[in-house]
């Protein structure tokens, strides 16, 4: 299967800084997809970004599939944006086996 | 639109007991997978069914872990006799197209 590294592992940030978070894949990968895991566990989808780039409010994030990494920027960032962030893909050529990241655990500190 | 919903949210058992969680997926959406979450760690692919046909379950430990799709809409696992090391957070997803939606998990505590 595919490996997938994110960095960095921990991230502490003053309320109101930008961020960006790296996620690398050992292969080509498809259905390449963030997730959002707050404090009390709750997964949320953020982006299904196989290629290109995508906003959504404060969000953002671009994969360059030929180069097998994405981004996910934060900007303005606020306590809520605390918790773990997760990128996921699959292999291509497979319908199989959405392999997480280990994540990025972020701080926000008021 | 409702979300994934799963029952139970919390559960503690004995080691060498059996325990069941349940998942009813987004209404229409005919991919289901079970992830297990290790405290630390990112979610782990368990099995993954398409309708009530299993498209992957090469992670599920067999011998212990079952998981059935009847008519293709809820779903339940099964751990049966359960190890210290299931101690995990049991999550169940699904997509229609390729994003996932999870629910809120099952956290398991095996003493």
């Known amino acids: 299967g595919i490996q997938v590294e994110q960095s960095p592992p921990d991230l502490i940030l003053q309320e109101g800084a930008n961020s960006t978070l790296r996620c690398n894949f050992s292969d080509s990968v498809n259905n390449l997809q963030w997730f959002h895991q707050n404090p009390w566990g709750q997964l949320i989808n953020l982006f299904y970004i196989p290629s290109g780039t995508k906003q959504n409010g404060r969000l953002s994030a671009t994969t360059v599939a030929t180069e097998r990494y994405s981004l996910l920027y934060i900007s303005s960032s606020q306590t809520t944006d605390s918790g773990v962030y997760f990128c996921a893909g699959t292999p291509r050529g497979s319908a199989r086996q959405l392999t997480f990241g280990s994540g990025t655990q972020l701080t926000v500190l008021p | 639109e409702a979300g994934v919903a799963q029952s139970p949210r919390y559960k503690i058992i004995e080691k060498r007991q059996s325990v069941a969680f349940w998942c009813n997926p987004i209404?229409?959406?005919?991919?289901l997978y079970w992830y297990q979450q290790i405290l630390g760690q990112g979610p782990k692919l368990l099995i993954q069914?398409?309708?009530?046909?299993?498209?992957?379950d090469s992670q599920l430990p067999k011998d212990r872990f079952s998981a059935e799709r009847l008519k293709g809409v809820d779903s339940t696992l099964k751990i049966q006799p359960a190890k210290l090391e299931d101690s995990a957070v049991y999550l169940c997803?699904?997509?229609?197209?390729?994003?996932?939606?999870f629910g809120s998990g099952t956290q398991l505590s095996v003493l």
């Open positions: 997803a699904s997509s229609s197209h390729e994003k996932l939606f």
């Open positions: 069914f398409q309708n009530n046909g299993v498209v992957d």
């Open positions: 209404s229409g959406h005919a991919t």
